[in-house]
């Protein structure tokens, strides 16, 4: 089974400061790896997914297979884009596990 | 369009009532679930129906009863409200089953349940 940790709770810059939240994944096939965001006291979204290579509200996260992680990045951060961030394993065919997440503080 | 709706939106209640948190959704998904985010925004998984059955039951206390009247909505019931439930409940839904859909899950405002 594919197994995917975010090993901070929380992560704490200044505004205009670089960011990365980690993914890390452990999983001998192809995995399947996404971000989910939630802001404060709003539904979780889908925010990025491996397979699109794309970049939202300036993120980008990049499998790195050598590594096994897919860690979200953003060159200078916004007070905008603090919120809880998910890396979600699935379990099985119809389970996601979502966890503790990791919580992105982006101070002015 | 609301694509995952959820009601109440908050709800406060005293220790020892039975109450409801109704989910709706218009995407004409065949599967939905309810997670539990606790106060630390740990968010757990713990039903899933898909197309009115139920696939997931995690360790969820029988107090807690999920009802699916039809594929659009899944509605929660518990029952015996303890102080331990307080917590925001999402609902959430996906086109089906299978890896290549799990993570196209849509989900609801959420409910914020206060046990007094």
């Known amino acids: 089974a594919q197994r995917v940790t975010q090993p901070e709770k929380l992560l704490s810059v200044f505004k205009g400061a670089p960011v990365e939240l980690k993914c890390n994944y452990s999983y001998s096939g192809s995995p399947e790896l996404f971000w989910y965001v939630q802001y404060s006291r709003q539904r979780l979204q889908l925010l990025l997914r491996h397979i699109s290579r794309e970049s939202i509200k300036g993120f980008t996260a990049d499998l790195n297979k050598g590594e096994t992680s897919f860690h979200l990045k953003k060159p200078f951060a916004q007070e905008e884009d603090s919120a809880m961030y998910y890396c979600?394993?699935?379990?099985?065919?119809?389970?996601?596990?979502f966890g503790a997440g990791t919580r992105l503080a982006v101070h002015p | 369009d609301t694509a995952v709706s959820q009601t109440p939106k908050y709800l406060v209640t005293q220790m020892g009532n039975d109450k409801s948190i109704k989910c709706e959704q218009n995407l004409g998904h065949d599967t939905m679930y309810w997670y539990k985010q606790d106060s630390k925004k740990f968010l757990k998984i713990m039903f899933s129906y898909n197309n009115k059955e139920l696939i997931i039951n995690e360790t969820v206390p029988n107090r807690f009863s999920p009802k699916s009247p039809d594929k659009a909505h899944l509605n929660l019931h518990i029952n015996s409200l303890e102080l331990g439930d307080s917590a925001v409940y999402f609902c959430a839904s996906s086109p089906g089953q299978g890896f290549e859909v799990l993570y196209e899950q849509y989900f609801g405002p959420g409910t914020r349940l206060t046990v007094t």
């Open positions: 979600p394993s699935p379990e099985s065919y119809n389970k996601l596990i």
